[in-house]
């Protein structure tokens, strides 16, 4: 359904704006050449999408093919879409000053920026690491973890890394120079196949916090969008992300917990596995994960941060939950990202009375071979006595 979805926005904005820019300046040519010519891009980006629609396994080679063909689309089409918006926009100054040409010369200019932002994105956006340093105060934070820095990355999707071992080189060496005392991922090592992440083990091993390195499971990685014949053959993928992510040296939490102690003070690490809206899987269960943890100020690690309205604000009296999941679309113009239509909390810190929310946008990228604005992110969380 995700990859259905996804073909019919490309479809619709593969069609709309071409069909403007048509009617507006194509179709008033008296050469029929021209107008030939103009619809082969379009057709044969019709045909890539019929192609793929039918084609497509959600295997690494596959979801490079569809990368590769996303990438083409967006370069040939996102400048075309920009210039329609802008130029229906600016319908008022061609409509004032007839023959003014203003109006086309600001979309055109406009459209040729957006090119510049989409190859930036595409090249060096994508690994455009960046890191964004919250101060989370809590009146209940146990004292002697006053000022406890928390290292939270998110989605890494290592398929889509293969060849680049030197961007997630880089992004583990700004983890590790952050010394944070801890460090936890929220989900979604892979694509769709645990083998996606043997290239990096050598690389993520390296990741160091002072009390260690714990992670959970994200929807990619229990590998729902493969089509698989037996149904052991899928438990065994995600039982071989788990061991493989355990002897990379972090502690993966499958509806548990641990405490961690500071003198006399403690706090809960809690990690429950996806619990999702459909189509993506739900299994947290919560009331295992938190068992032992009343009275325990605790972080709970949970990668769909629409679990935390769902279930873990009303059943639970977790004070901080992190997430990740939503990637912020990557794609975000002054604030503002398509995906705040379907994710009520889709980046950064949100409160519920005394308990909070942090919604990491992501270090990697699935799908669309960009980033633009919604950078992908390290971030580091600083607990503070209230």
Not at 62 to 87: D, G, H, V
Not at 266 to 273: L, M, T
Not at 278 to 296: A, H
Request: a positive charge; charged letters at 20%; glycine letters at 6%.
């Amino acid at each position: 359904m995700v990859l259905i979805r996804t073909l019919i926005f490309l479809f619709i904005i593969l069609i709309l704006p071409d069909w403007y820019i048509y009617q507006r300046f194509i179709c008033k040519s008296d050469k029929r050449w021209i107008k030939i010519c103009y619809w082969i891009p379009t057709t044969l980006l019709l045909l890539g999408i019929v192609t793929i629609a039918i084609t497509h396994d959600f295997y690494p080679a596959s979801m490079q093919r569809l990368s590769y063909f996303i990438l083409i689309f967006f370069i040939l089409i996102f400048p075309k879409l920009i210039f329609t918006l802008i130029s229906l926009i600016l319908t008022p100054i061609r409509k004032i000053w007839k023959g003014n040409k203003t109006g086309e010369y600001i979309a055109l200019a406009v459209a040729a920026f957006a090119l510049g932002e989409l190859i930036y994105g595409a090249t060096e956006g994508k690994q455009h690491f960046m890191v964004r340093n919250v101060t989370i105060p809590f009146k209940d934070l146990p004292q002697a973890f006053d000022g406890y820095r928390i290292l939270q990355i998110s989605d890494i999707h290592s398929g889509s890394w293969t060849g680049n071992a030197k961007a997630i080189q880089k992004a583990i060496n700004i983890c590790n120079a952050q010394h944070a005392d801890l460090a936890l991922f929220t989900g979604d090592m892979v694509n769709n196949l645990a083998s996606e992440l043997d290239e990096f083990i050598p690389i993520l091993s390296q990741l160091r916090a002072k009390d260690g390195v714990y992670s959970v499971l994200g929807n990619h990685d229990y590998s729902t969008y493969i089509h698989w014949k037996d149904k052991r053959m899928q438990e065994k993928q995600i039982q071989d992300l788990i061991n493989k992510e355990n002897n990379m040296g972090w502690h993966m939490l499958i509806n548990d917990h641990v405490i961690l102690h500071h003198g006399n003070d403690s706090i809960a690490i809690a990690g429950v596995e996806n619990s999702g809206n459909p189509p993506f899987p739900d299994r947290g269960d919560l009331p295992k994960t938190l068992k032992g943890c009343d009275g325990v100020f605790t972080v709970l690690m949970s990668h769909d941060p629409t679990h935390w309205d769902r279930n873990i604000l009303p059943e639970t009296k977790v004070q901080l939950t992190l997430s990740g999941h939503t990637h912020e679309m990557q794609f975000s113009i002054l604030g503002f990202s398509p995906i705040m239509f379907k994710y009520k909390e889709h980046n950064g810190l949100y409160w519920n009375g005394n308990r909070a929310l942090f919604v990491n946008v992501g270090l990697g990228y699935v799908m669309f071979p960009f980033r633009i604005g919604a950078w992908p992110e390290i971030t580091v969380i600083t607990l503070k006595k209230a």
